[in-house]
Antibody
Framework: EVQLLESGGGLVQPGGSLRLSCAGS????????MAWVRQAPGKGLEWVSS????????SYADSVKGRFTISRDNSKNTLYLQMTSLRAEDTAAYFC????????????WGQGAQVTVSS | EIVMTQSPATLSVSPGERATLSCRAS??????LAWYQQKPGQAPRLLIY???TRATGIPGRFSGSGSGTEFTLTISSLQSEDFAVYYC?????????FGGGTKVEIK
């Protein structure tokens, strides 16, 4: 059974930084591209960033480009999202998800990590 | 950016009735369209991909149709566990985009 477990969320001041992690199990980690999708309180889903199976094919939403960095460590079966220069509008639940590289949907999702940006 | 528009925003349906949800893309996404179900406090779950293919383990009462810019998710006979928010998502072009969601509530 695919399991994705996010960690690293919390409360941070505007302008601060945070690193999210997503540990995967129950599947061959390097067989899948991965992504971060966020959901602001009471709002819909917003794709944030994606990364290919071996760390290439990286893309970002314009709203986070230049501030967030996605990476992965296949030896640790872990996906990361380094978030800097955080703003109030980055407050959201951040979900990691897996997909096949290319034009494919998000097959499985983690339960999410809450990030709150507030002074 | 492809804008995905879902309608209605809220759909009130009685258990056992049929529900029809719509999703429109601002430009063609071919059949690269997925539907997800999300219940309160939970992660989204993939229901349909390729516009009409059910994901593993998804009951037959869920069906998807359409291509290009117009898509439909149909739930043939609503069960209590189907009351949730449903999102469409295109994965044909970057950035990947979601619709605003349709909440299916008990009438």
């Amino acid at each position: 059974e695919v399991q994705l477990l996010e960690s690293g969320g919390g409360l941070v001041q505007p302008g601060g930084s945070l690193r999210l992690s997503c540990a995967g199990s129950g599947f061959t980690f390097s067989n899948y591209a991965m992504a971060w999708v966020r959901q602001a309180p009471g709002k819909g889903l917003e794709w944030v960033s994606s990364i290919g199976n071996f760390g290439g094919s990286i893309s970002y939403a314009d709203s986070v480009k230049g501030r967030f960095t996605i990476s992965r460590d296949n030896s640790k079966n872990t996906l990361y999202l380094q978030m800097t220069s955080l703003r109030a509008e980055d407050t959201a639940a951040y979900f990691c998800a897996i997909k096949i590289l290319g034009s494919y949907p998000f097959e499985s999702w983690g339960q999410g990590a809450q990030v709150t940006v507030s002074s | 950016e492809i804008v995905m528009t879902q309608s209605p925003a809220t759909l009130s349906v009685s258990p056992g009735e049929r529900a029809t949800l719509s999703c429109r893309a601002s430009q063609s996404v071919s059949s690269n369209l997925a539907w997800y179900q999300q219940k309160p406090g939970q992660a989204p779950r993939l229901l349909i991909y390729g516009a009409s293919t059910r994901a593993t383990g998804i009951p037959g009462r869920f069906s998807g149709s359409g291509s290009g810019t117009e898509f439909t998710l149909t739930i043939s006979s609503l069960q209590s566990e189907d009351f949730a928010v449903y999102y469409c998502q295109q994965y044909n072009n970057w950035p990947l985009t979601f619709g605003g969601g349709t909440k299916v509530e008990i009438k």
